[in-house]
C-alpha cells in the first residue's frame, strides 16, 4: 500500500522560510514525477512544483518562482519543498502527489497526472 506523509507545515511570518517534506512508504518512484500541490480557503486546489522522474526537470507555478525550491531523493523515497521568503498568498494545505507511469515535465502541472496524494500540511503564513 503506497502512502505519502507530508511534514514540516506551521504557522510563521510572512518572510520567513519553511521546509516541506514528503516521505513516500509503500513502493519507490524513483522513474516517475512528483509534485506538490496546495490549496487556500476556499479555492481550488492549485499548482506549486514539481520535478520529473526521468532528468529531474523542475516546473513552477509563476507565483512561486525564485522562492520556492522542490528536490527528490531517490535512495530515501522522500521529497521537499524548500520556501523562502513566504507571504500570505502561500497560506494554505500542502499536498505531495507522485505519479506511478508518467515521468516527464511538460504535463507536470495537471492534477490529473498523479496517482497517489498525501493528506496534506497547513501553511500559514501571518502578515
Known amino acids: 500500500q503506497v502512502q505519502l506523509v507530508e511534514s514540516g507545515g506551521g504557522l510563521v511570518q510572512a518572510g520567513a522560510s519553511l521546509r516541506l517534506s514528503c516521505t513516500i512508504s509503500?513502493?519507490?518512484?524513483?522513474?516517475?514525477?512528483m509534485a506538490w500541490f496546495r490549496q487556500a480557503p476556499g479555492k481550488e486546489r492549485e499548482f506549486v512544483a514539481a520535478?520529473?522522474?526521468?532528468?529531474?526537470?523542475?516546473r513552477y507555478a509563476d507565483s512561486v518562482k525564485g522562492r520556492l525550491t522542490i528536490s527528490r531523493d531517490n535512495a530515501k523515497n522522500t521529497m521537499s519543498l524548500q520556501m523562502n521568503s513566504l507571504n500570505s498568498e502561500d497560506t494554505g494545505v500542502y499536498y505531495c502527489?507522485?505519479?506511478?507511469?508518467?515521468?516527464?515535465?511538460?504535463?507536470?502541472?495537471?492534477?490529473?497526472?498523479?496517482?497517489?496524494w498525501g493528506q496534506g500540511t497547513q501553511v500559514t503564513v501571518s502578515s
Open positions: 520535478i520529473s522522474g526521468n532528468f529531474g526537470n523542475v
Open positions: 502527489a507522485v505519479s506511478s507511469s508518467y515521468g516527464g515535465s511538460a504535463y507536470a502541472r495537471e492534477s490529473s497526472r498523479y496517482d497517489y
Open positions: 509503500g513502493r519507490t518512484f524513483s522513474g516517475t514525477t
